[in-house]
């Protein structure tokens, strides 16, 4: 990435070559390897915002969305998605990205970027009267499509209640992956800007990270409201928000994590092979140390440690 990162920064041709050639890797229209080039690409663009600035990425976001209309209509016949693969890699980032070198925090950039899915949640619910059946609604097509091929004992009506309770929140898990996504690329735009331009920055930055009191009491406003209400649209919304919250409190514990365990990378190592058996056991108490943290500041004990 320190390669493309220098290419990206000689120049706008340069930074258009390096972001576009690893959006076209990732791309609906040359499939295999999805969002791990994706991300890439979302934090090189980062990146020229980070360090040029609102104006100049705005006009490689220009002509890099151009590229990729028109490979999309030479690709696939279907312009209008290269126009969506676009806008869906890089405009979110744009403005988490000023807010982050404007303003010199990355934890307001986050903050940031975990209101706008926040924002997308509410919104989503205000034009469609219930997302679960909607979501109901393409999994049962999807499960149709694979019962015409499915091997003999399938049993679509099984799936489709087995996953039933999950539509009434596909929304927040969705979005929740979409701002995910987004702020690693965030992160590793500012992991690049340090290597290239602040050696060590990013490590002395991503380990006092430390959420703004607003933002964890929003999202412990929205658990008790889906606890206290516990059924209806209004707590399926507030749960939908929290899945969006959690990324925010799961990234700011084990920036907490990180801090501890300082100087003991094989325990980090340790923890993240097992993250990648035991996710759904360890992001849970993982995310509660990022909403505690607030009253606790476990980095007191980083200097113990």
């Known amino acids: 990435m320190r390669f493309f990162a220098n290419f990206a920064m000689r120049g706008s041709y340069q930074a258009l070559v390096a972001i576009c050639g690893l959006a076209l890797i990732a791309s609906p229209f040359i499939p295999f390897f999805g ?32 590229i990729l209309i028109g490979v999309g209509g030479v690709m696939s016949g279907n312009a209008p998605l290269g126009l969506v693969y676009g806008l869906l890699l890089w405009l979110p980032i744009l403005p988490i990205a000023l807010i982050l070198r404007e303003l010199g925090s990355l934890a307001l950039a986050m903050e940031a970027a975990v209101a706008l899915g926040a924002t997308i949640v509410i919104g989503f ?58 702020i690693l690329g965030l992160l590793l735009a500012r992991w690049l800007q340090a290597v290239l331009y602040y050696p060590g920055g990013f490590g002395r930055e991503f380990l006092t990270l430390k959420l703004h009191p607003a933002m964890v009491y929003a999202g412990l406003i929205c658990i008790v409201i889906g606890l206290v209400v516990k059924e209806g649209l209004v707590a399926e919304l507030s749960w939908n928000i929290c899945v969006v919250f959690f990324v925010l409190f799961m990234l700011n514990g084990m920036s907490i994590v990180h801090a ?35 009253w606790v500041n476990w980095r007191k004990y980083a200097n113990k440690s």
């Open 125 to 182: 619910y205000l034009i469609v009267d219930s997302p679960s059946a909607l979501w109901k609604g393409i999994l049962q097509n999807m499960t149709q499509a694979l019962s015409a091929n499915a091997p003999e004992g399938f049993d679509a009506a099984n799936l489709l209640g087995a996953m039933d309770p999950f539509t009434h929140y596909m929304t927040g898990v969705i979005v929740a992956d979409l701002i995910l996504n987004l």
């Open 35 to 66: 969002f791990l080039v994706g991300i890439p690409s979302t934090a090189l663009f980062g990146l020229v915002v980070l360090r040029k600035g609102g104006m100049e990425a705005s006009k490689v976001l220009f002509f890099a969305t151009l």
């Open 260 to 294: 501890i365990l300082a100087g003991e990378g094989y325990w980090i190592v340790i923890l993240y092979l097992a993250l990648l058996f035991l996710a759904p056991w360890l992001l849970p108490p993982i995310a509660l140390l990022g909403i505690s943290d607030l």
